[in-house]
C-alpha cells in the first residue's frame, strides 16, 4: 500500500526534527570556540581598550578611532612592505618547488615514494620546532652558517643574519617557503591526479613535447587548483606569527614586523588593546576579500569547466598542439 504524498512529507519533516538535536553540541562547540572570540575581538577593537581598564569589561565604545591611529603606529608603513615582500617571496618559490616536486613525483615507485615522505617532513615539526632549529642555524656567531661562511672565507666577521635588516627578512621568508612547500605538493599533486591520464596518452602520440602538454592540457585543468594554492598561501602565509616572533620579534628595526606580530605588540608588550584588535580586524578583511575574489573566479570559470575538460586531441588530432 503506497504512503499519500502528505504521510510522506511528515515522514520527512519529523526526521529532520530528530536531527537537529544532534547538529547541538556542534554549534554550541563552533560559537564558543569561535563566535565568542570573534566577537570580543571585533568589540576590543571598537573599544578604548588598555592596561588600566582591560580587566574592567565596561569599554567605551571608540568607534573607528583604534583604525585612524594604525597608520601612525611605530612599523606600520614597515609592515606593509614587508608584508608584499613576504608575500611574494613566500608563495612564488612555494608554488614552483611544490609544483616541480608534484610533477615529479606523480609517478609512483619505492624511491618516489619514500621522496614523497621527506617532502612531508616540514609539515611534521611544530612551529615552534622549525623556528628553534633555523635560529640554531642563524644565530651568530654560534651558528651554522655563520661557521661554514667563515670556513669558506666568504666573511671575515661575524654575519649577524638575524641583526642585519634585509639578511632577517631574507631568513624569514626562507622559513616560510619550507614550511609552505608540502602544501604546495599535495594540494598539486592531488590536482594532477584528477587529470585523466588518456590525455597525456593522446597528446604523446599526437607528438607534443613536454611544454606544449603542459601548456595545453595540465596547466588548464589546473585553474582551479592553482586559484585554491594561490588563495590559501595567501592566507597562510599573513597568519604567521610564531616562527617570525620566535626568530626575531619583527625586528631588527621593525626589518621583519608583520601583521601577526605587530598585532601581538601592540596587544601584549605595549598594552594597547584595541589598536591590537583593529590590526586583526584589518587581516580578517583583507582575507575575505581574497576568499570573495576566489569563489567569483571560480564561479566563472564553472561554466567553461565541461570545455576545458573536453580533450582537444579527440576533436582536432592533428591541429590541437600546433
Known amino acids: 500500500m503506497s504512503s499519500s504524498p502528505i504521510a510522506v512529507r511528515q515522514r520527512s519533516r ?101 621522496a614523497r615522505s621527506l617532502v612531508l617532513l616540514p609539515w611534521l615539526f611544530p612551529p615552534v620546532a622549525t623556528a628553534t632549529v633555523f635560529l640554531w642555524m642563524f644565530e651568530s656567531p654560534q651558528g651554522v652558517f655563520d661557521s661554514v661562511f667563515k670556513s669558506l672565507g666568504l666573511v671575515h666577521a661575524d654575519p649577524y643574519f638575524l641583526q642585519t635588516s634585509n639578511d632577517a627578512l631574507i631568513v624569514v621568508i626562507l622559513v616560510n617557503i619550507w614550511i609552505g612547500i608540502p602544501f604546495n605538493f599535495l594540494v598539486i599533486q592531488s590536482g594532477l591526479q584528477a587529470i585523466p591520464a588518456n590525455l597525456h596518452e593522446a597528446a604523446i602520440v599526437d607528438g607534443a613535447g613536454w611544454w606544449k602538454e603542459l601548456t595545453r592540457i595540465t596547466i588548464p585543468l589546473l585553474r582551479e587548483t592553482v586559484l585554491t594554492v594561490l588563495m590559501l598561501g595567501i592566507m597562510g602565509t599573513m597568519n604567521v606569527f610564531a616562527f617570525v616572533w620566535i626568530l626575531t620579534q619583527g625586528g631588527p628595526a621593525n626589518a621583519t614586523m608583520l601583521p601577526g606580530p605587530l598585532a601581538y605588540s601592540e596587544a601584549f608588550v605595549d598594552f594597547q588593546y584595541g589598536q591590537g584588535a583593529a590590526i586583526i580586524v584589518v587581516v580578517v578583511v583583507v582575507l575575505m576579500c581574497v576568499a570573495g575574489a576566489f569563489l567569483l573566479l571560480t564561479r566563472s570559470k564553472k561554466a567553461r569547466k565541461s570545455q576545458v575538460g573536453a580533450a582537444p586531441v579527440a576533436a582536432n588530432p592533428q591541429g590541437a598542439y600546433v
Open 14 to 114: 519529523l526526521k529532520r526534527a530528530r536531527a537537529w538535536p544532534f547538529l547541538i553540541p556542534v554549534v554550541a562547540w563552533v560559537l564558543i570556540m569561535f563566535g565568542y572570540p570573534i566577537y570580543q575581538t571585533i568589540r576590543i577593537a571598537f573599544s578604548y581598550v588598555n592596561s588600566t581598564n582591560f580587566t574592567a569589561g565596561a569599554w567605551k565604545f571608540a568607534g573607528f578611532q583604534n583604525f585612524r591611529l594604525l597608520p601612525d603606529l611605530q612599523g606600520w608603513r614597515l609592515m606593509l612592505r614587508n608584508t608584499g615582500v613576504f608575500l611574494v617571496g613566500s608563495i612564488v618559490p612555494q608554488f614552483i618547488i611544490g609544483g616541480l616536486l608534484a610533477v615529479t613525483l606523480r609517478e609512483s615507485s619505492r624511491l618516489r615514494r619514500l
